[in-house]
């Protein structure tokens, strides 16, 4: 089992940061890749960034690509997402995911409880 504990959303004016934290625990969460994807009101799960535990792969949605970074600090066992130049389609609950690449693609096996950022114009 992993377990992992999203912090760090809240409400924030366009424009403005924010730092998501996933903080990851129980066994063998390293064999995972870190994923962060939203969920906005009336709207499907998307994918947002991912990282290996080794940091040697990182992946950026197109969309964010520029304005979200996503890192690790191994000592903590924490993936963070850094969101800059906010707006308000950005709104949503934002979800840390551990998965793995499969034959028909990626699956996420283990899901945080998700944190709301909310973006005012």
């Known amino acids: 089992q992993v377990q992992l504990v999203e912090s760090g959303g809240g409400l924030v004016q366009a424009g403005g940061s924010l730092r998501l934290s996933c903080a990851a625990s129980?066994?063998?969460?390293?064999?995972?890749?870190m994923n962060w994807l939203r969920q906005a009101p009336g709207a499907e799960r998307e994918f947002v960034a991912r990282?290996?535990?080794?940091?040697?792969?990182?992946v950026v949605a197109d969309s964010d690509k520029g304005r979200f970074f996503i890192s690790r600090d191994g000592a903590k066992n924490t993936v963070y997402l850094q969101m800059n130049s906010l707006k308000p389609e950005d709104t949503a609950v934002y979800y840390c995911?551990?998965?793995?690449?499969?034959?028909?693609?990626?699956?996420?096996?283990?899901w945080g409880q998700g944190t709301q950022v909310t973006v005012s114009s």
């Open positions: 995911a551990a998965g793995m690449i499969g034959s028909k693609g990626w699956r996420y096996d283990y």
């Open positions: 129980g066994r063998a969460f390293s064999s995972y890749a």
């Open positions: 990282i290996s535990w080794s940091g040697g792969s990182r």
